[in-house]
């Protein structure tokens, strides 16, 4: 059967009203399926603002004082990401069509993700202070010095208190706080091979670097 073709220009001015909203494509999908009950993927809402000439969201947005002054706090003083700055804006009521349109307020507004060598050095030194209290002052049976450094980014960035470090700079100030443990890790990782003797093909598997199943059947 095919499908049924639907003639969007009848709700050309209803979407274009949402546009001037700010409202996401994704947005407007999902108000035209409430209000009217059809279906649109934002890619067919694309084609047919371009066919209509509307105007983009890039020329419709354009944040107020208050949205730039709160791009800035989250961005220079809570050190959070591009997406939870978002997540934050909306949540206090504030209309953002999309992440990438923030990405471009933000970078006009001079906030870049690139930092100065002073910043980078205080960055650091917070990140000594936090390593120090939660890993190698715990001593030598302290958990956290056994993980590497995927799991310590995780580790770290969900303490709650806002400070989002990346995982380079995690990596090289623990190099330097605490070698021995990286030391200690890189060589547990080292797994002995061993020679077998079998009776035929297929008669024992090998799972290389799997070493919960070698544990099991120690």
């Given at each position: ?197 079998i009776h035929g093909p297929n008669f024992v598997w090998s799972i290389d670097g799997y070493c919960k199943v070698s544990a099991a059947w120690t």
């Open positions: 059967m095919a499908r049924l073709k639907i003639n969007y220009n009848c709700y050309q001015a209803h979407i274009l009203c949402l546009i001037g909203q700010q409202l996401s494509h994704d947005e407007i999908a999902k108000r035209l399926k409430q209000d009217f009950d059809v279906d649109i993927s934002p890619r067919t809402l694309r084609s047919r603002l371009s066919e209509w000439k509307a105007p983009s969201q890039r020329s419709i947005f354009d944040p107020s004082p208050q949205i730039k002054a709160l791009i800035a706090w989250f961005f220079c003083d809570i050190h959070t990401t591009d997406a939870n700055i978002l997540a934050n804006l909306r949540s206090l009521g504030y209309n953002i069509p999309n992440l990438r349109l923030l990405q471009q307020a933000r970078r006009a507004m001079g906030l870049r993700r690139r930092m100065l060598n002073s910043q980078v050095e205080l960055e650091k030194e917070q990140l000594r202070h936090i390593l120090k209290q939660h890993t190698v002052d715990k001593g030598p049976q302290g958990n956290t010095r056994s993980y590497g450094c995927r799991l310590l980014y995780t580790y770290l960035n969900s303490l709650g208190d806002g400070k989002k470090f990346s995982r380079n700079r995690i990596a090289s100030v623990m190099q330097e706080l605490d070698p021995e443990s990286i030391q200690r890790r890189w060589e547990e990782m080292k797994a002995a091979r061993g020679e077998y003797n």
